[in-house]
């Protein structure tokens, strides 16, 4: 079975440009997470979808951050415009279910971006 | 305050031994869950044990086993004999019922198996 597919799996970019990452969860999964990663912060959530809504954005930086879940089976994070200080990783997430605690979630490979 | 901590930044195990990684949380939810998640040098985050907060007996798959003390707040994972693949950084994570799906994660143990 695939696991959740993230891409591209290494953005390199200069400040200003705007930057997307794409997400494709489990297939049956109901809940999507995206984190970033980096040295200083560690793991921190940014946002999660539940059936393609929003339910938790508060991680998100700025305005500059943005994500969409058009349907069950895509979603998007876009960064607009990118500066250095967003250069980590970000992964995707899914889950059946996000709100049953026992429910593991599962990560993609995660997305390199580095802004220059 | 902090809510998952793990108070040892690396470790170093010999080969074919046990270890223990140390994990921490504070929470006032009654109903949560521990997860345990490796991630090695390609980067990747693998899932590897839960443990529910109501939950009586403490979670093992293969070698993997939590030691979960409840009272003391603590959820150690304890890898059984070590193997060289097992060389990586270790994360702690909870969820709260009341936050709903998120995970919070610890700041990781960099676990170095030697021959």
């Known amino acids: 079975d695939a696991g959740v597919i993230q891409s591209p799996r290494h953005e390199v970019t200069e400040m200003g440009q705007e930057v997307t990452l794409r997400c494709k969860p489990i297939s049956g999964h109901n809940s999507l997470f995206w984190y970033r990663q980096t040295m200083m912060r560690g793991l921190e959530l940014l946002i999660y979808f539940n059936n393609n809504v929003p339910i938790d954005d508060s991680g998100m930086p700025e305005d500059r951050f943005s994500a969409k879940m058009p349907n069950a089976s895509f979603s998007t994070l876009k960064i607009q415009p990118s500066e250095p200080r967003d250069s980590a990783v970000y992964f995707c997430?899914?889950?059946?279910?996000?709100?049953?605690?026992?429910?593991?979630?599962?990560f993609g490979p995660g997305t390199r971006l580095t802004v220059l | 305050a902090q809510k998952i901590t793990q108070t040892q930044p690396g470790m170093f195990v010999q080969e074919k031994e046990a270890v223990t990684l140390d994990c921490t949380y504070d929470t006032s939810d009654p109903s949560y869950g521990l997860f345990w998640y490796k991630q090695p040098s390609s980067g990747e985050m693998i899932f590897l044990i839960y443990?529910?907060?109501?939950?009586?007996q403490n979670a093992t798959e293969g070698r993997y086993s939590l030691n979960f003390q409840k009272a003391r707040k603590s959820a150690n994972l304890v890898i059984s004999a070590s193997q060289l693949g097992d060389s990586a950084m270790y994360f702690c994570?909870?969820?709260?019922?009341?936050?709903?799906?998120?995970?919070?994660f610890g700041q990781g143990t960099e676990l170095s198996v030697k021959p």
């Open positions: 997430a899914s889950t059946p279910s996000g709100n049953r605690g026992t429910d593991t979630q599962y």
């Open positions: 443990q529910g907060s109501y939950d009586q």
């Open positions: 994570a909870m969820r709260e019922r009341n936050q709903g799906g998120k995970l919070i």
